[in-house]
């Protein structure tokens, strides 16, 4: 499958007029392509990229593009679809943003403050968990689980992880709700999931793009320590975490589960 990374946003350069130039910037995970094209502003469309991506392709368009800016989205979606191609949103482009990083152009978003989890879709209780890296894909891997999201570039095997190593996460048991919040979950795109010290504290779920959501909060002691922990295993293994959602503790049955890794 040929996969592609694009970004099409305001440059940080101007024309010899003071126009604003737009920039559509295109690799592969290797690098081994590397396409660059401006326009004026006011040529900044669907069109416009179109044609820069069959100039970019040659005679083999990709099959996929992978896209990382809520602002280059819309754009690129059309001329995607203009092409056949699929757009992927997904913050992990990272060949695109080494890219980006080196031409010493910005990276930050602007995200909105954490939403509620919609009441309709909350669970039962919580918890926080581990699992040995070693047991973790051979646990869910094999099992009949309607939703499973567990990407190559995230099995612990491909992180180098000792098998021995506990890997953090959380459990959500969702009663009836189970599989209703998994299909939500599998919309919005679960990315991490971090403990956010506050008045209450939380857990707050980075999803999709730039989406943050509320999924608990918590003034328990006992709790808040146990979050740091969670947290504290995290940055021991590389960030890898998971969530899983099961209807109830009997452990015979799941409905979702992640693996997650924080990207910017």
């Not at 040659?58 to 593009?65: A, C, N, S, Y």
């Not at 890219?99 to 939403?115: F, G, I, N, Q």
């Not at 040995?132 to 491909?158: C, Q, V, W, Y």
């Not at 328990?220 to 890898?240: I, N, T």
Request: aromatic share 8%.
């Amino acid at each position: 499958m040929r996969v592609w990374q694009a970004d099409f946003y305001r440059s940080p350069q101007q024309d010899t007029t003071g126009q604003i130039l737009w920039e559509l910037l295109i690799c592969d995970a290797t690098r081994s392509l590397e396409y660059m094209a401006t326009c004026p502003q006011a040529e900044a469309n669907s069109t416009w990229v179109t044609a820069q991506i069959e100039l970019a392709a040659g005679e083999k368009l990709p099959d996929v593009i992978q896209v990382f800016r809520p602002q280059s989205l819309s754009l690129i979606e059309t001329a995607g679809r203009n092409l056949g191609i699929n757009v992927e949103p997904t913050r992990r482009t990272l060949a695109l943003k080494q890219w980006l990083h080196e031409k010493k152009y910005s990276l930050a978003l602007d995200k909105p403050p954490p939403a509620p989890l919609p009441e309709n879709l909350w669970g039962e209780q919580w918890r926080f968990a581990t699992l040995s890296a070693g047991d973790l894909e051979t646990a869910f891997s094999d099992r009949p689980i309607p939703i499973l999201h567990m990407p190559e570039l995230l099995k612990p095997i491909n992180l180098a992880l000792a098998s021995t190593l506990p890997v953090p996460g959380v459990i959500i048991y969702g009663g009836r709700q189970s599989m209703r919040l998994a299909r939500w979950l599998q919309q919005a795109r679960p990315v991490a999931l971090n403990y956010i010290v506050g008045e209450p504290d939380g857990l707050v779920l980075e999803a999709g793009l730039v989406d943050r959501w509320i999924v608990a909060t918590f003034q328990d002691p006992e709790v808040a320590s146990a979050a740091k922990v969670y947290e504290q295993r995290k940055q021991q293994s590389q960030g890898l975490h998971f969530l899983l959602i099961q209807p109830d503790d009997s452990g015979m049955t799941y409905s979702g589960f992640w693996l997650l890794q924080a990207e910017d």
